[in-house]
């Protein structure tokens, strides 16, 4: 279809590859299309997702874009992605990882390069602990033993690594103990929270066993300082790899998929990746398709796995490629990716991951009860899921129409106030002279704080602009979020030690002067 076409020019933004990569790619489709032309954006990861945000609210996204594997149900739920359900339907079978990319039964995007998590262990290490080099911890006790004998070889040596105190990764390794644990995290319904359940209490109990001999650190940290020798065993993604080739390329190290609760258990670990969508209201939707399908060709796939080696083809044929079959740290991990799950496509998820990275910080750094956490964090995962199902009912433009009958209501109900008191009647001329200030006062000042009070009673959707109203929710939520209990702890704490002190000596100062202090009028 596009080679009728002129004068074609598509958006494309994206994030995991660099401008080095990127331009052969572009230009080599161009060749192949010469009627289509694509501008090219990368984004980063810290600012990438608001930039996309941003976009979609301006109208001025890009026609094919890439996003994160947990981004797809939000973006496919506000209506903003176009669906492909019927084109890849022929396909479907060639490739790993729809999951993210489905909602409700509908296809919005294509699976592009994808990765997994897995265990890296340091040779040199179990050699010194009495371990076997070439036979890696298959089950969680064997985990548990080779880690502890690692840490016993000397104070600054660590068994094993446990990412804590961030956002992202410690659900993404926490949630592999439980599905090979038997658990989950939603029902199938994704309507009610299996959090507190057995399955995931035995992870728990076995993260704080594990806990006794890990160092407790970000990944990053983890990572760079197994690299220098230090953690005998880390559970990360292939970015390990550049990370080690980057710091210390001599260290011998193992990769193997991820310990079982049981022998012969197959192994399960978290997927993710990269996925290509494209934009509801893109004017070329065949052409931005057609991009899409060269994108994720075995060919362009397999070069940029190549190149970058910390991600892989989502096509299945081409993880057979000698590449991968043939390097025992590429087998490994092509292998765990073939025993991967996702986690469930939910347009909340982004705040159900967080409450699991929380309850980790929880039951590792805090030492809470195990049990005490799990209720805790499943009730949280219920709210966000109840709030979830209300949708947005009401757009912000008619509560924006409330608000401006409500403000020239009270501006008129004042006027005619005013005129009722003769005695403080105001001419004519007063109120043009203040028309300026009360209409800057309306629009700046009046209203935003109208609008928000209403909205802090609602879940609101920045992508669709429309909101349902949720009593006290939000209020309620923030009164039970640990986070801000100790950030108004350390409020109360800083004013409790400063104010008084303040006041008093403020006033001090006043009485002493009042009495009359030599050279006052100097």
């Known amino acids: 279809r596009a080679a009728w076409c002129e004068d074609i020019r598509l958006r494309f933004w994206h994030f995991s590859i660099d401008e080095e990569l990127s331009r052969p790619l572009i230009q080599e489709f161009e060749k192949e299309h010469p009627n289509i032309k694509i501008d090219t954006q990368q984004l980063s990861w810290d600012f990438g997702h608001d930039k996309i945000v941003t976009s979609l609210i301006a109208d001025n996204a890009p026609d094919v874009f890439e996003i994160g594997s947990t981004w797809g149900p939000k973006f496919a739920q506000s209506g903003v992605l176009k669906e492909i359900t019927a084109d890849s339907t022929p396909f479907k079978h060639e490739y790993m990882m729809w999951e993210p990319v489905t909602f409700e039964n509908k296809v919005y995007g294509m699976p592009w390069l994808v990765g997994t998590r897995f265990i890296v262990y340091n040779k040199d290490l179990f050699k010194r602990a009495g371990l076997d080099p070439q036979k890696p911890p298959a089950t969680w006790d064997e985990l548990y033993e080779a880690a502890r004998k690692i840490n016993d070889l000397s104070a600054d040596i660590h068994g094993y690594g446990i990412s804590v105190a961030e956002d992202f990764t410690p659900w993404q390794t926490f949630i592999t103990y439980v599905?090979?644990?038997?658990?989950?995290?939603?029902?199938?319904?994704?309507k009610?929270?299996?959090?507190?359940?057995?399955?995931?209490?035995?992870?728990?109990?076995?993260?704080?066993?594990?806990?006794?001999v890990s160092l407790l650190n970000r990944q990053d940290q983890i990572d760079q300082i197994f690299s220098e020798n230090r953690i005998g065993i880390i559970f990360t993604g292939a970015w390990i790899f550049n990370v080690i080739e980057r710091t210390h390329a001599s260290l011998n190290y193992g990769v193997a998929m991820v310990p079982t609760p049981k022998q012969h258990q197959t192994p399960i670990s978290f997927g993710g990746g990269e996925m290509l969508v494209m934009l509801q209201k893109t004017k070329h939707p065949g052409e931005a398709f057609l991009f899409m399908r060269y994108l994720t060709s075995k060919k362009v796939e397999l070069m940029i796995a190549k190149k970058q080696r910390n991600v892989l083809p989502s096509q299945r044929e081409a993880l057979r490629d000698p590449y991968f079959q043939k390097n025992p740290r590429m087998k490994a991990f092509a292998d765990q990716m073939l025993h991967t799950k996702t986690p469930p496509a939910?347009?909340?998820?982004?705040?159900?991951?967080?409450?699991?990275?929380?309850?980790?910080?929880?039951?590792?750094?805090?030492?809470?009860?195990?049990?005490?956490?799990?209720?805790?964090?499943?009730?949280?995962?219920?709210?966000?899921?109840?709030?979830?199902?209300?949708?947005?009912?009401?757009?912000?433009?008619?509560?924006?129409?409330?608000?401006?009958?409500?403000?020239?209501?009270?501006?008129?109900?004042?006027?005619?106030?005013?005129?009722?008191?003769?005695?403080?009647?105001a001419e004519p001329s007063t109120w043009i002279f203040l028309s300026p200030w009360i209409i800057l006062f309306?629009?700046?000042?009046?209203?935003?704080?109208?609008?928000?009070?209403?909205?802090?009673?609602?879940?609101?959707?920045?992508?669709?602009?429309?909101?349902?109203?949720?009593?006290?929710?939000?209020?309620?939520?923030?009164?039970?979020?640990?986070?801000?209990?100790?950030?108004?702890?350390?409020?109360?704490?800083f004013a409790a030690g400063t104010i008084p002190f303040t006041v008093t000596f403020s006033l001090l100062l006043a009485v002493l002067i009042h009495q009359g202090v030599p050279w006052k009028s100097f």
């Not at 599905?179 to 994704?190: F, M, P, Q, T, V």
């Not at 009958?405 to 008191?421: E, H, N, P, S």
């Open 179 to 190: 599905w090979n644990a038997g658990g989950k995290i939603l029902s199938e319904d994704r």
């Open 442 to 493: 309306a629009v700046f000042g009046l209203y935003p704080l109208l609008y928000s009070f209403v909205i802090s009673f609602a879940d609101y959707n920045i992508l669709t602009s429309r909101f349902s109203f949720n009593g006290l929710n939000n209020y309620l939520q923030t009164l039970q979020d640990p986070e801000f209990l100790k950030a108004a702890a350390h409020t109360l704490f």
């Open 346 to 425: 939910h347009p909340q998820w982004f705040g159900i991951g967080k409450v699991i990275s929380s309850s980790i910080d929880r039951a590792i750094l805090q030492d809470e009860p195990v049990e005490s956490v799990i209720s805790s964090a499943s009730a949280q995962i219920n709210r966000i899921l109840n709030r979830a199902q209300l949708g947005g009912k009401i757009s912000d433009k008619r509560l924006t129409l409330w608000i401006a009958c409500l403000m020239l209501f009270l501006t008129l109900a004042g006027i005619g106030i005013a005129r009722r008191r003769e005695a403080h009647a």
């Open 192 to 212: 009610q929270s299996l959090f507190e359940s057995p399955e995931v209490a035995r992870a728990f109990h076995f993260y704080k066993k594990l806990k006794t």
